[in-house]
Nanobody, 124 residues
Framework: QVQLVESGGGSVQAGGSLKLSCVAS???????MAWFRQAPGKEREVVATINTIDSSTAYADSVKGRFTVNSDKNTLYLQMNNLKPEDTAMYYC????????????????????WGQGTQVTVSS
Protein backbone atom coordinates (compact mmCIF):
# COMPACT_ATOMS: atom_id res chain seq x y z
CA GLN A 1 0.00 0.00 0.00
CA VAL A 2 1.27 3.45 -0.93
CA GLN A 3 -0.13 6.64 0.55
CA LEU A 4 0.12 9.85 -1.43
CA VAL A 5 -0.19 13.34 0.01
CA GLU A 6 -0.45 16.40 -2.23
CA SER A 7 0.33 19.99 -1.31
CA GLY A 8 0.98 23.32 -2.98
CA GLY A 9 -2.44 24.22 -4.31
CA GLY A 10 -3.91 27.67 -3.90
CA SER A 11 -5.48 30.66 -5.61
CA VAL A 12 -3.61 32.69 -8.19
CA GLN A 13 -4.39 35.12 -10.94
CA ALA A 14 -4.16 34.19 -14.60
CA GLY A 15 -0.55 34.17 -15.72
CA GLY A 16 0.71 33.17 -12.31
CA SER A 17 2.55 30.04 -11.20
CA LEU A 18 2.17 27.27 -8.65
CA LYS A 19 4.21 24.21 -7.80
CA LEU A 20 2.43 21.11 -6.57
CA SER A 21 4.14 18.36 -4.60
CA CYS A 22 3.10 14.80 -3.86
CA VAL A 23 4.92 12.76 -1.25
CA ALA A 24 4.63 8.98 -1.36
CA SER A 25 4.77 7.01 1.88
CA UNK A 26 7.47 4.82 0.42
CA UNK A 27 9.81 5.00 -2.51
CA UNK A 28 9.26 2.58 -5.35
CA UNK A 29 12.04 2.20 -7.88
CA UNK A 30 9.72 1.30 -10.68
CA UNK A 31 6.44 3.13 -11.06
CA UNK A 32 4.34 5.39 -13.15
CA MET A 33 3.33 8.55 -11.39
CA ALA A 34 0.83 11.04 -12.68
CA TRP A 35 -1.09 14.21 -12.04
CA PHE A 36 -4.78 14.23 -12.85
CA ARG A 37 -7.31 17.00 -12.38
CA GLN A 38 -11.04 17.23 -12.08
CA ALA A 39 -13.16 20.31 -12.41
CA PRO A 40 -16.76 20.43 -11.09
CA GLY A 41 -19.09 18.58 -13.41
CA LYS A 42 -16.27 17.20 -15.53
CA GLU A 43 -14.48 13.89 -15.74
CA ARG A 44 -11.07 13.37 -14.22
CA GLU A 45 -8.40 13.98 -16.85
CA VAL A 46 -4.69 13.38 -17.07
CA VAL A 47 -2.39 16.38 -16.78
CA ALA A 48 1.07 14.81 -16.85
CA THR A 49 2.79 11.50 -16.27
CA ILE A 50 6.32 10.34 -15.53
CA ASN A 51 7.94 6.93 -15.55
CA THR A 52 10.46 6.69 -12.71
CA ILE A 53 12.52 4.06 -14.58
CA ASP A 54 13.61 6.28 -17.46
CA SER A 55 11.93 9.64 -16.68
CA SER A 56 9.72 9.44 -19.77
CA THR A 57 7.12 12.18 -19.51
CA ALA A 58 3.84 12.91 -21.22
CA TYR A 59 1.47 15.86 -21.04
CA ALA A 60 -2.08 16.72 -21.94
CA ASP A 61 -2.15 18.97 -24.98
CA SER A 62 -3.80 21.71 -22.92
CA VAL A 63 -0.77 22.06 -20.62
CA LYS A 64 2.15 21.42 -22.96
CA GLY A 65 4.72 24.19 -22.75
CA ARG A 66 3.26 25.49 -19.47
CA PHE A 67 3.50 22.60 -17.01
CA THR A 68 6.52 20.48 -16.11
CA VAL A 69 6.43 17.19 -14.22
CA ASN A 70 9.40 15.69 -12.45
CA SER A 71 10.15 13.38 -9.56
CA ASP A 72 12.81 12.92 -6.92
CA LYS A 73 12.80 9.60 -5.08
CA ASN A 74 9.44 9.52 -3.32
CA THR A 75 8.23 12.99 -4.31
CA LEU A 76 6.37 14.00 -7.45
CA TYR A 77 6.23 17.62 -8.58
CA LEU A 78 4.20 19.66 -11.02
CA GLN A 79 5.44 23.11 -11.90
CA MET A 80 2.59 25.10 -13.40
CA ASN A 81 3.36 28.35 -15.21
CA ASN A 82 1.18 30.78 -17.12
CA LEU A 83 -1.90 29.45 -15.40
CA LYS A 84 -5.28 29.98 -17.02
CA PRO A 85 -8.78 30.05 -15.52
CA GLU A 86 -9.49 26.75 -17.27
CA ASP A 87 -6.76 25.14 -15.15
CA THR A 88 -9.01 25.55 -12.12
CA ALA A 89 -9.64 22.08 -10.68
CA MET A 90 -8.82 19.65 -7.92
CA TYR A 91 -5.43 18.15 -8.71
CA TYR A 92 -4.70 14.55 -7.77
CA CYS A 93 -1.48 12.60 -7.59
CA UNK A 94 -1.59 8.93 -8.62
CA UNK A 95 0.83 6.04 -8.92
CA UNK A 96 1.02 2.42 -10.02
CA UNK A 97 3.75 -0.19 -10.16
CA UNK A 98 5.50 -0.30 -13.51
CA UNK A 99 8.21 -2.76 -14.57
CA UNK A 100 9.39 -1.16 -17.82
CA UNK A 101 10.30 2.24 -19.20
CA UNK A 102 8.38 4.27 -21.68
CA UNK A 103 5.27 6.37 -21.53
CA UNK A 104 2.88 5.85 -18.68
CA UNK A 105 -0.83 5.25 -18.67
CA UNK A 106 -3.09 8.20 -19.36
CA UNK A 107 -6.36 6.92 -17.89
CA UNK A 108 -7.37 7.06 -14.21
CA UNK A 109 -8.46 3.42 -14.11
CA UNK A 110 -4.87 2.28 -14.66
CA UNK A 111 -3.64 3.80 -11.40
CA UNK A 112 -3.76 1.96 -8.10
CA UNK A 113 -2.97 4.66 -5.56
CA TRP A 114 -4.41 8.15 -5.22
CA GLY A 115 -3.96 11.17 -3.04
CA GLN A 116 -6.79 13.26 -1.58
CA GLY A 117 -6.19 16.16 -3.95
CA THR A 118 -5.19 19.80 -3.72
CA GLN A 119 -7.32 22.64 -5.05
CA VAL A 120 -6.00 25.02 -7.69
CA THR A 121 -8.06 28.11 -8.48
CA VAL A 122 -7.07 30.54 -11.20
CA SER A 123 -8.92 33.82 -11.49
CA SER A 124 -9.07 36.01 -14.59
Amino acid sequence: QVQLVESGGGSVQAGGSLKLSCVASRYTYTSCMAWFRQAPGKEREVVATINTIDSSTAYADSVKGRFTVNSDKNTLYLQMNNLKPEDTAMYYCASVRRLSGGYCYMTPSQYAYWGQGTQVTVSS
